[in-house]
C-alpha cells in the first residue's frame, strides 16, 4: 500500500517536474542566458532520475526490514481513502495528458 502511494506520488511529482522543466526550457534567449534555457529540462531530468532512486533506495530498506514481520492494519478507512483518492487522481491525470497528446 505504501509503495503504490509512493508510485502515484512520484507519478505526479515528475509529471509536475517535466511540465516545469519544458515550459522553462521554451524561454527565449535573453540577457542572462544567451544560449536558450534548454539546460531547464535537463536539470529537471536529473532532478526526477535522483527523486526516484532515493525513493527505491527508502522503499529496499523499509520492504527488507518488515519483510519478516507480520503487520495488521490499523487504519482500513484510511487505506481505502487513500486509495480512493490516488485512483481519483490518476483517472484525471490520465484524461490530460491524453487530451494533451491529441493536441
Known sequence: MVADALHNAIDSLTSFASLFGL??????P????????YKAENLATLFISVFIFYVA?????????????LTEISM????????LVSL?????LAR????LGMK
Open 23 to 28: 515550459k522553462i526550457s521554451q524561454r527565449k
Open 30 to 37: 535573453d540577457e542572462k542566458f544567451s544560449y536558450g534555457y
Open 88 to 92: 481519483i487522481v490518476s483517472y484525471f
Open 76 to 83: 482500513p478507512f484510511q487505506a481505502m481513502f487513500v486509495v
Open 57 to 69: 533506495v527508502e522503499l529496499l530498506i523499509e520492504g527488507y526490514s518488515k519483510i519478516f514481520k
Open 96 to 99: 490530460y495528458m491524453k487530451r
